[in-house]
């Protein structure tokens, strides 16, 4: 070959062309080559995407404006699966009565078409709801939360007052674990109340460098022995996101079967108080303290601070924040009961 690539060279420099001239030449028409794809690239490439959604910190073509809706979702083992989690920006997870848990699922990048089961206020749910000046979607209350919602702090809808209309009773379920409400539905009650569904809603802080901190592949919560109690994160490296657990049981969709996947999980150990014979709860939101949060694999001891009514993680009386996504915020009565 080199034998053949000399004599050709020989060739053209006998013909004053030369080799140096026939490699302009073919760089010359690399170069209008690799333009061409360079310009097609250009115009098959997406429009930019210039807005951040608030609570995920995913971008977006559009401006996100919507409001914050917050839906108490019922965690009994016969409420489960539920409707509409897995497209929950944020959800919080705190204990009601006994060893059974509730959610409070915030909504503002995504709009589950019906979510459930709705479940009764507490006034600790209430207060997280404030931190997003949020729209309070529940069905029934305690006497605390009767209060607190009847002196107009809050924009709400009850199924009290809505059961069969925009709240329904599905067929499948026993009550109190069986009414729902689609987000329809929701927009049909806002406008009656003349609440607005238009909001500039402050964004959470969100990092983007690299996760650091000691392995934690599976994080165990037990909320009491019972199996039921027992919340389990995995993560799963093929996804980078963790999936969650209740009694030994993905938490997926109940009517399109899609896992809840998450990418921070923030645990944070809070003071609980049985305040009456129900068993109901007072939960100390605002004094701050310790944590765990868990990003792609490793977690990190954190401080956890109540910045305008929103639970936030901190390291060394810093604020870090959290990676794009979705984020689950398990409040907890002692860190002793998580394992990872």
Same mark, same amino acid.
């Given at each position: ?142 006497? #605390?939360? &009767?209060?607190?919602? %009847?002196? !107009?702090?809050? /924009? ?7 059961? +069969?209309? =925009? *709240? ?102 809070? #003071?609980? &108080?049985?305040?009456? %014979?129900? !068993?109901?709860? /007072? ?7 310790? +944590?765990? =949060? *868990? ?46």
């Amino acid at each position: 070959m080199k034998r053949w690539f000399i004599v050709v060279c020989s060739a053209f420099l006998l013909s004053g062309s030369g080799c140096a001239k026939a490699e302009k030449e073919r760089a010359a028409t690399n170069k209008e080559a690799i333009g061409k794809q360079t310009k097609v690239e250009q115009e098959e490439a997406p429009a930019h995407k210039q807005f951040v959604f608030p609570l995920t910190g995913i971008k977006t073509e559009q401006k996100p404006n919507h409001r914050v809706v917050a839906v108490m979702i019922n965690n009994h083992p016969k409420a489960r699966p539920q409707s509409g989690l897995h497209k929950a920006d944020i959800v919080y997870e705190a204990l009601a009565e006994g060893d059974v848990t509730r959610f409070l699922a915030l909504y503002q990048s995504e709009k589950p078409e019906k979510v459930g089961p709705v479940r009764s206020a507490r006034d600790y749910y209430i207060e997280l709801s404030k931190g997003y000046d949020a729209l309070y979607i529940c069905h029934g209350w305690s006497p #605390e939360a &009767k209060e607190m919602l %009847e002196s !107009g702090k809050v /924009d709400y809808l009850n199924g009290l007052f809505y059961d +069969g209309t =925009l *709240f329904q009773r599905v067929s499948f379920r026993k009550a109190p674990h069986n009414s729902y409400i689609t987000f329809e539905n929701i927009e049909k009650g806002a406008e009656k109340q003349g609440y607005t569904l238009n909001d500039e809603v402050e964004p959470l802080p969100f990092f983007s460098e690299d996760v650091q901190g000691l392995a934690a592949k599976r994080v165990k919560i037990a909320y009491s022995n019972q199996s039921y109690a027992q919340v389990e994160y995995q993560y799963d490296e093929t996804k980078g996101k963790y999936v969650r657990l209740s009694a030994g049981k993905q938490t997926i969709d109940y009517d399109t079967k899609e896992p809840v996947l998450i990418d921070n999980v923030f645990v944070v150990e809070i #003071e609980h &108080k049985v305040i009456d %014979e129900a !068993g109901r709860r /007072d939960i100390d939101l605002t004094s701050g303290g310790k +944590g765990y =949060l *868990f990003q792609k694999g490793v977690v990190r001891e954190v401080e956890w601070k109540n910045v305008e009514g929103r639970i936030l993680p901190y390291e060394n009386g810093i604020p870090i924040g959290f990676i794009s996504g979705k984020t689950w915020i398990n409040i907890v009565p002692k860190l002793s009961i998580v394992h990872y």
